[in-house]
């Protein structure tokens, strides 16, 4: 078999498809290996370049395969579709992620060590928590006001909530008792949130990243561990607007003919991102309007543009101003923001 100078691997659960072309561009391999037969066949592999798609497993793969000496390359599946020819299968993937992982302009993932995955892990636990809490809530409200009770908005207004209930004999005793089994499983959950956060804010304290961007206003503990750990390499990003664009704050480009055409934020990259950073931009302008003095344009902009339409543009100025902390190595300067923000 001729040397084989470039893979690309589709994984799956038990079953990989690979594709490799050697130096004139040919194929030489097409093959499909099973899970047990991965590992021995790339350690008998001379080293060479693999591109796999970014998803489950994906950064596993990596980090494995560069043990052996092979250099894996993870790309963004959006970005190896254009290269996949008629019809979707498993070998056409796994030629495609050939053909992409060979293009000079071609984007990679960095791969994520296993610290970072188990912090990231974390993360998303904490979401998935807050998840079910909020649907808790609003299922222990609805059935509450079904007897005519209700509770001022707030997390904290359910123990309250629940104790009123426990405490009404007007209730038929079955409704107190599902009532009760509901404030058993909030307490569980309130507990096992307080766990999950004492440990992020651990890992946030011994990151000298995530505590300067704890600093910028609007973003706080939580939102800093998530831009320190799903964030790339920083640098990698050509400017703060690029690692906004990333996230997905910035408009989207339907220009043609030299006329300039922008739509509404892209809403690419990591949704949890995103989301963290609006939400702090909401919290942030909230505070503003309490009386706190923030920057000018922003009281400007308020002044002219639908209040949700202010928040995202808040949002993009934060995470522009994390991309500067991050490359740069500084801390927060609010006298240099509300300078350059005039």
């Given at each position: 078999m001729d040397q084989i100078t470039r893979i690309g691997m589709d994984t799956s659960k038990q079953l990989f498809q690979l594709h490799g072309v050697n130096a004139a561009e040919e194929p030489v391999l097409r093959r499909k290996l099973r899970r047990s037969q991965m590992i021995a066949?790339?350690?008998?592999?001379?080293?060479?370049?693999?591109?796999?798609?970014?998803?489950?497993?994906?950064?596993?793969?990596?980090?494995?395969?560069?043990?052996?000496?092979?250099?894996?390359?993870?790309?963004?599946?959006?970005?190896?579709?254009?290269?996949?020819?008629?019809?979707?299968?498993?070998?056409?993937?796994a030629e495609a992620l050939c053909e992409a992982v060979s293009r000079p302009t071609m984007r990679f993932v960095p791969e994520k060590t296993a610290e970072q995955q188990a912090a990231l892990m974390l993360v998303s636990l904490r979401d998935r928590l807050v998840r079910s809490r909020t649907q808790l809530t609003n299922a222990i409200r609805g059935h509450a006001a079904e007897f005519g009770l209700i509770a001022a908005r707030g997390t904290d207004k359910i123990a309250p909530l629940l104790e009123r209930i426990a405490g009404d004999s007007n209730l038929p005793a079955?409704?107190?008792?599902?009532?009760?089994?509901?404030?058993?499983?909030?307490?569980?959950?309130?507990?096992?949130?307080?766990?999950?956060d004492v440990a992020l804010m651990a890992w946030h304290r011994q990151s000298e990243v995530s505590r300067r961007l704890a600093e910028i206003p609007g973003v706080g503990p939580i939102g800093a561990s998530m831009l320190a750990l799903?964030?790339?390499?920083?640098?990698?990003?050509?400017?703060?607007?690029?690692f906004a664009a990333w996230i997905g704050l910035t408009p989207k480009d339907h220009s043609t003919g030299g006329r300039t055409r922008l739509g509404g934020i892209t809403r690419a990259g990591d949704e949890g991102l995103r989301s963290v950073l609006v939400v702090g931009a909401t919290a942030l302008i909230q505070h503003m309007r309490r009386g706190s003095r923030l920057w000018p344009w922003l009281q400007r902009l308020l002044a002219s543009k639908p209040y949700k339409l202010v928040a995202v543009a808040l949002a993009n100025k934060i995470a522009r101003i994390a991309w500067k902390l991050m490359t740069s190595g500084h801390g927060y300067e609010p006298a240099y923001v509300l300078r350059a923000a005039v």
């Open positions: 066949f790339f350690a008998a592999l001379p080293p060479t370049v693999i591109g796999i798609e970014a998803g489950g497993a994906a950064h596993h793969w990596s980090r494995t395969l560069s043990a052996l000496g092979h250099e894996v390359r993870i790309m963004a599946p959006q970005f190896v579709k254009p290269y996949v020819k008629r019809g979707k299968n498993d070998a056409a993937d079955l409704a107190r008792s599902l009532f009760a089994q509901l404030g058993e499983e909030f307490a569980q959950l309130q507990e096992r949130l307080k766990k999950v799903k964030t790339p390499d920083p640098r990698s990003f050509k400017s703060a607007r690029h």
